[in-house]
């Protein structure tokens, strides 16, 4: 069965550091999307990238990165440079598309808090 | 467009009664989810739509819960009767291609049970 794992309940760091958000998944499939979603306080959940399981090219948009490992089952996230409008709780998630059931399955997500 | 609708945005009922959620998703998407959240479960999914029809209905928690979607513009989650313990914010989202792309969600229904 698909699963994700956030293994960093909650993450704080100072502004203007960079933080990294873990997340490692399981997966039956061999063709799989991975995501990330962010959840500021006010509380909806805003989609953040995508990533097909072919294609393991590190993605990078503004200050937000992503290292995607199948060697490692991991699909990380980092934050460069963090402001305090980052802080929110962060979500990976996976979808599995070969077995007819294309579920979207979230990880228990990072709370993220950016001190200023 | 305007996104995926749902109402009401807060919800507050006694035990016991019947609690329906709407949600209508983003037009042209085949592909609808309710989830919901609570501190202690994290986000959970609770059925899965293709085409309006239920792929995967094993997150629903018991036989009080139950959702249809008679068209592709429209989904209830309804349950019947309430528990305190159902009290969470449910969110609908819905995506182009099921799990081949991201799926958009709505603000949220904060259910209340007392």
């Known amino acids: 069965a698909q699963k994700v794992t956030q293994a960093q309940t909650e993450i704080s760091v100072v502004e203007k550091e960079d933080v990294t958000l873990d997340c490692v998944y399981e997966?039956?499939?061999?063709?799989?999307?991975l995501f990330w979603y962010k959840q500021p306080p006010s509380g909806e959940l805003v989609f953040l990238i995508r990533?097909?399981?072919?294609?393991?090219q590190n993605e990078i948009s503004g200050r937000y990165s992503w290292n995607f490992q199948k060697s490692t089952s991991s699909f990380n996230f980092t934050i460069t440079a963090s402001q305090v409008v980052d802080s929110a709780v962060y979500f990976c998630?996976?979808?599995?598309?070969?077995?007819?059931?294309?579920?979207?399955?979230f990880g228990t997500g990072t709370r993220l808090t950016i001190i200023p | 467009d305007a996104g995926v609708i749902q109402s009401p945005r807060h919800e507050v009922t006694e035990m016991g009664q019947e609690v329906t959620l709407r949600c209508k998703p983003i037009?042209?998407?085949?592909?609808l989810f309710w989830y919901r959240q609570t501190m202690m479960r994290g986000l959970e999914l609770l059925i899965y739509?293709?085409?309006?029809?239920?792929?995967?209905d094993s997150g629903m928690p018991e036989d009080r819960f139950s959702a249809k979607m008679p068209n592709a513009s429209f989904s209830t989650l309804k349950i019947q009767p309430s528990e305190p313990r159902d009290s969470a914010v449910y969110f609908c989202?819905?995506?182009?291609?099921?799990?081949?792309?991201?799926?958009?969600f709505g603000q949220g229904t904060r259910l209340t049970v007392v």
């Open positions: 989202a819905s995506s182009w291609a099921g799990g081949y792309t991201e799926a958009f």
């Open positions: 037009s042209g998407h085949n592909s």
């Open positions: 990533r097909n399981s072919f294609d393991e």
């Open positions: 998630a996976l979808s599995e598309v070969n077995f007819g059931n294309e579920k979207l399955t």
């Open positions: 997966t039956r499939d061999t063709t799989y999307y």
């Open positions: 739509f293709n085409n309006n029809v239920p792929i995967d």
